[in-house]
């Protein structure tokens, strides 16, 4: 049985890169016209990169999905909020769902097939790689998505302080937003990418308030969040902008140290469970290891010839 599932995991492999080697490289006109210097039929199709390749294989496994208005609003926003703003980021999601949702189960079948267990627990095995295929890349998305959301959070004390700057020195808003973009597109590029996206709603035409707010919906920061609604009450009601934005650097400020003092009370806390379980051995082995070896070999002897 063993012999059988790998002469078959073989031949699956092997014609699995033959077809890719023969789709992908062994095109020997395309390549002789490429030396040769001579133009290529556009109709001819350029090799591609593997990856690439399985990309568009799963990516038209999820289009054959059927998905409900609700689930895809939830998961296109969850894509919106991790950057990946490409059209076909979720179909590629489904398809990445349900391809390893059948591999991972295939693989721990073939690989629970030799062992010679109960089989509720192989049957456990397969649902358990069934159950991770499936999840692991909406965990993946949120994983990315909080990694991004730290991120912005982590720049945006520098992107209010350069918008500070900008407006106090003569500049409207929406200049110094692309000028912050600018900026910070090295040191930021997160930020730098949302602001950016500011932009171009406004000169596509949309409101600047709606704008700012399609801003904090995107990446659902809450300190974001505050400096919108900071920005949309300055322009309603006329307030001076720079004076707000002033002050509301003043406020994340405080706030910024507020929270660093909070963590470095917490550190105390912390710092038990690994001084329990790391040090803690350490320090009984160094100071109590000699005096127990020294009993061992000189007092317990002692004690049996009396």
Not at 16 to 39: H, N, S, Y
Not at 59 to 76: H, M, V, W
Not at 146 to 155: A, C, D, E, N, S
Not at 191 to 196: P, Q, R, V
């Amino acid at each position: 049985m063993e012999l059988l599932y790998s002469t078959l995991l073989f031949l699956l492999v092997a014609g699995a890169a033959a077809v890719i080697g023969v789709r992908l490289w062994a095109r020997p006109k395309a390549a002789m016209d490429r030396v040769t210097g001579t133009v290529v039929d556009p109709r001819i199709n350029m090799p591609r990169h593997p990856s690439l390749v399985l990309h568009e294989v799963v990516r038209k496994i999820g289009a054959l999905l059927p998905t409900s208005p609700k689930d895809a609003g939830r998961a296109q926003r969850l894509l919106i909020r991790a950057g990946f703003r490409n059209p076909g980021a979720m179909r590629l999601l489904y398809g990445a769902k349900v391809s390893l949702g059948v591999v991972l189960p295939a693989v721990a079948a073939v690989a629970v097939a030799g062992w010679d267990g109960p089989a509720d627990r192989k049957m456990i095995l397969v649902g358990g790689a069934l159950l991770a295929g499936f999840s692991a890349p909406g965990y993946w998305v949120r994983w990315h998505a909080k990694r991004r959301q730290k991120k912005v959070r982590r720049g945006l004390p520098d992107a209010l302080d350069l918008l500070v700057i900008c407006v106090e020195s003569g500049l409207g808003l929406d200049q110094a937003l692309i000028q912050t973009a600018k900026e910070l597109e090295m040191a930021h590029p997160q930020i730098s990418e949302e602001f950016a996206l500011v932009n171009l709603e406004l000169k596509a035409g949309k409101r600047r308030v709606e704008a700012l707010r399609n801003l904090a919906e995107r990446t659902s920061v809450e300190e974001l969040k505050k400096l919108v609604a900071v920005i949309i009450q300055a322009d309603r009601f006329g307030t001076g902008v720079a004076q707000s934005l002033r002050t509301h650097s003043d406020y994340m400020r405080v706030q910024s140290r507020q929270q660093a003092e909070e963590k470095a009370a917490k550190l105390g806390v912390k710092l038990v469970f690994p001084i329990f379980f790391c040090i803690l051995p350490t320090l009984f082995v160094v100071t109590v290891g000699p005096v127990a070896v020294r009993i061992v070999r000189e007092l317990l002897p002692m004690m049996n010839n009396i």
